[in-house]
């Protein structure tokens, strides 16, 4: 099994910066793309950025400029820097990777970290 866990959200006025960070840890072979989505209240779970194992990263129009999604590979690591941050960024954060073990390839979620943004 693998295991996610993120960390870094928090509380931060507008125009803030926060980052958040989600280490994979378990029976990992190789991890292909990590991502991050983050789902507000009442609305479903969006796409913010995601990173390929080949450096590819893509990121949600709402925050193109403002987040970056990086990653450390010997350490199992996704990253995303929040800067600008807006009360349309408060949600809660999830990270999700794929994961390739010796026998099978998995798709893992976080437990999720709250970013609250105030006005």
């Known amino acids: 099994q693998v295991q996610l866990v993120e960390s870094g959200g928090g509380l931060v006025q507008a125009g803030g910066s926060l980052r958040l960070s989600c280490a994979a840890s378990?029976?990992?072979?190789?991890?292909?793309?990590m991502s991050w989505y983050r789902q507000a209240p009442g609305k479903q779970r969006d796409l913010v950025a995601t990173?390929?194992?080949?450096?590819?990263?893509n990121y949600a129009g709402s925050v193109k400029g403002r987040f970056t999604i990086s990653r450390d590979n010997a350490k199992n690591t996704v990253y995303l820097q929040m800067n600008s941050l807006t009360p349309e960024d408060t949600a809660v954060y999830y990270c999700?990777?794929?994961?390739?073990?010796?026998?099978?390839?998995?798709?893992?979620w976080g437990q999720g970290t709250q970013v609250t943004v105030s006005s």
């Open positions: 990173s390929t194992s080949g450096g590819y990263t």
């Open positions: 999700y990777a794929i994961v390739t073990s010796a026998w099978d390839t998995g798709r893992y």
């Open positions: 378990g029976n990992i072979g190789t991890i292909g793309t």
